[in-house]
């Protein structure tokens, strides 16, 4: 893992330990274990720091998916790799995007055109556009209940939803 990603990490640690509020330079020097001058060589302000958290995050799902994606060519593959890389890794994510709505609006920019390639993608997955948006947005949902802590479903029901939306994702028969 490069520098910069790790220095993202740290500030990931502070937002999800005490919260975005928290979120300042020295804190997360201190969290890396760097001085503030280090972190400034890497990230000129907290924009640039959570900028490039971000883009290091979303390249690293887009590559994730691209993975598994390359994996499987039956119908609906891409809304598959998608829901696996969304539902494995939520708080990489989560971090940046509570930090860009926080700080700066504008550094949600990144995470909306990914989100709108990915939209793209999974409409034209070979499977009908409204249901795979559906299963998307379910998993969205889940994501989202699970970040704010919103009734999220037990371990049994979880399992099942998951299950009912991955048959969801097949060419039917």
């Known amino acids: 893992m490069d520098k910069k990603m790790e220095l993202f990490e740290a500030a990931q640690r502070i937002i999800n330990t005490r919260g975005v ?10 969290e890396a274990g760097i001085s503030k001058g280090g972190l400034l060589y890497h990230f000129p302000n907290k924009n640039a720091l959570i900028e490039g958290g971000i883009n290091g995050v979303l390249e690293n799902y887009s590559e994730e998916m691209e993975k598994l994606d390359s994996k499987d060519t039956d119908i609906g593959h891409f809304l598959r790799s998608y829901a696996e890389v969304s ?3 939520p708080q990489q994510l989560t971090s940046g995007l509570l930090a860009a709505i926080a700080t700066d609006p504008e550094l949600l920019k990144p995470i909306q055109d ?3 390639n990915w939209q793209q993608k999974i409409e034209e997955d070979g499977l009908d556009p409204v249901t795979a948006t559906i299963i998307r947005l379910t998993i969205d949902g889940l994501w989202f209940s699970d970040m ?4 999220p479903p037990e371990k049994e029901l979880r399992k099942d939803l998951l299950e009912r ?4 994702t097949q060419a039917e028969e």
């Open 87 to 89: 539902l494995n890794n």
């Open 114 to 116: 990914h989100y709108q």
């Open 148 to 151: 704010f802590g919103l009734a």
């Open 21 to 30: 509020s928290h979120l300042t330079l020295d804190n997360v020097a201190k």
């Open 165 to 168: 939306l991955f048959n969801l």
